[in-house]
């Protein structure tokens, strides 16, 4: 089970007693059968272990304990078990099961939020801007299709659209967008998941035309920016259409990661008469029943 030294927060000063603490975790139980639930209960120093969450089902599902600070767990030395929160299986799943957990949030305070980046991990340091999935061009070309979504951003433009709550993220203007191939795709809360059921060839697709280029211009910078956990090794594709055949030679190697931004500048070729992007699972074996949470909330 994933777990969180409190000596940390006392470290950084950000708990006191009295606060409120509020710990919260997605988890579910891969491969149980529909209708059987996994009993966990949080584990943690006097006066909050013990407490027990929602239990898991074989869906993603958010649960979160409370509890109030107090003097003892203020002195915690951060070396034993009682230091580290966590949330653990009360048994064994049933074999062929396996439990999981992913992305895991403190918040000062009873509310519930969805998962966000802590402050201190964010690029800019000052303000949370949560855009989350978006492709920008920075060489100022701006079309009318821009009109289908808000401005969201300083100084760049956003791309997609369909990056609401269960909504697949697509590219403005282009066709063959929002497709899972050999792939399962559910949502959870603010993001959308995609599972590897078939390594040969798995991927989320954002568009793909080989017809166009739409509004996009070769030779210009673009850069795909996103929210994303992945357990396995990852491709960024573009996929571009060139003297009549497809080519998928630009590629980003995405190593696996835990909850991070993560961004990949690239130039369509002056030669393209399409192109499309895609998230694929790298080629191997160890991809099949794995998958990545992808943020596409703003």
């Known amino acids: 089970a994933l777990a969180y030294n409190f000596k940390d927060l006392v470290n950084r000063g950000v708990v006191k007693v009295g606060d ?12 149980l059968p529909d209708g ?36 003892s767990m203020m002195s915690l030395p951060g070396t034993d078990n009682e230091s580290h929160l966590r949330i653990e299986p009360d048994a064994n799943p049933p074999a062929g099961c396996w439990y999981q957990q992913s992305s895991p949030q403190l918040t000062i305070g ?36 821009l009109e289908q979504v808000e401005a969201r951003t300083v100084g760049v433009e956003n791309w997609l659209i369909n990056t609401g709550r ?21 949502f959870t809360e603010d993001y959308m998941i995609v599972e590897c059921t078939d390594h040969t060839d798995s991927f989320y697709q954002f568009h793909l035309d080989n017809t166009k ?47 991070r931004r993560e961004s990949w500048t690239f130039k369509i070729d002056v030669r393209a008469t399409g192109w499309g992007f895609r998230i694929r699972f790298a080629r191997n074996e160890a991809s099949k029943g794995n998958l990545f949470p992808l943020d596409a909330s703003f």
């Open 166 to 186: 269960n909504q697949k993220p697509q590219t403005i203007g282009m066709s063959g967008g929002a497709l899972v191939n050999k792939a399962a795709q559910s």
């Open 213 to 259: 280029m739409g509004d996009y211009e070769k030779e210009k910078d673009m850069t795909i920016s996103l929210d994303i956990q992945n357990d396995v090794l990852l491709d960024f594709i573009l996929f571009q259409y060139i003297n009549g055949s497809g080519s998928e030679s630009v590629q980003k190697p995405v190593p696996a990661k835990d909850w």
């Open 110 to 145: 009873s509310k519930d939020y969805s998962w966000r980046p802590a402050p201190e991990d964010l690029a800019d340091g000052n303000v949370f801007t949560k855009i989350t999935t978006e492709i920008k061009e920075e060489a100022g070309k701006i079309s009318t299709k």
């Open 36 to 71: 059987q639930e996994l009993q966990h209960t949080f584990y943690f120093a006097p006066g909050a272990t013990g407490i027990r969450p929602n239990k898991s089902t074989n869906q993603w599902q958010r649960v979160s304990v409370s509890f109030t600070v107090t003097a």
């Open 20 to 31: 409120k603490v509020t710990y919260s975790i997605y988890t579910r139980v891969k491969g």
